[in-house]
């Protein structure tokens, strides 16, 4: 078991970087329903942030910098 923590330790650092999540909007707690619908229309753009932090919906149109693939 060991092992296969040591392994998956390995590879996941060959990787590190290279996954990454894009986020598009960020909405109020208060809009819960327009996140859940904006989010069922547009799954595949995205994830939809809910916080508490904010008052009006946000727009995030952007990805984070990606590392190169690495060559295997």
Avoid: C
Avoid at 16 to 45: Q, R
């Amino acid at each position: 078991m060991i092992e296969g923590f040591r392994l998956i330790k390995k590879v996941g650092g060959l990787y590190k970087g290279v996954l990454s999540t894009k986020f598009v909007k960020k909405y109020p707690l208060t809009h819960l329903d327009e996140a859940i619908k904006y989010y069922l229309k547009n799954m595949s753009e995205g994830k939809v942030i809910l916080t508490n932090s904010v008052t009006e919906v946000e727009d995030m149109i952007k990805t984070p910098n990606v590392a190169p693939s690495p060559k295997l």
